[in-house]
């Protein structure tokens, strides 16, 4: 059993454009976990939809569009093998660049558009 935790180093978590996203992963386990990497992407995304205020709510299920990335990136900050029993801390960075031909937006939920960002992890544990 272990449970994880990302945690940025940046304290007011304002990013811009270029910065270095960066931070640790924390990973407390109770016995020796085996796994075969981890790895931590960050996806940004435009989603665009019609209010089901303005049509139908039918119509604007339909009418959804496919979001739009504007950021995808994935690292490596494991190679495979064992975490230790107890806390594991893992630094990354991850550099803040858009796509090409992108523009990185502000975070904004609205009732049209969503522009928001995830910082996930990913492995593969063999306990």
């Known amino acids: 059993m272990a449970t994880v935790d990302i945690r940025l180093k940046k304290v007011n978590k304002v990013y811009r454009e270029g910065d270095m996203v960066s931070g640790i992963i924390i990973v407390e386990s109770r016995g020796v976990l085996q796994h075969q990497g981890v790895t931590l992407?960050?996806?940004g995304n435009v989603n665009l939809q019609?209010?089901?205020k303005s049509v139908g709510m039918f119509e604007a299920f339909y009418n959804s569009l496919k979001p739009i990335p504007l950021i995808s990136y994935?690292?490596?900050v494991v190679k495979p093998g064992k975490l230790p029993n107890g806390k594991t801390e893992i630094p990354f960075e991850v550099?803040?660049?858009?796509l090409a031909g992108k523009v990185l937006y502000e975070?904004?939920?609205g009732v049209f558009v969503n522009v928001q960002y995830n910082i996930k992890w990913y492995n593969n544990v063999c306990i």
């Open 50 to 52: 019609l209010s089901a």
């Open 41 to 43: 992407s960050m996806d």
């Open 95 to 98: 550099p803040l660049k858009p």
């Open 74 to 76: 994935s690292l490596e």
């Open 107 to 109: 975070t904004y939920h």
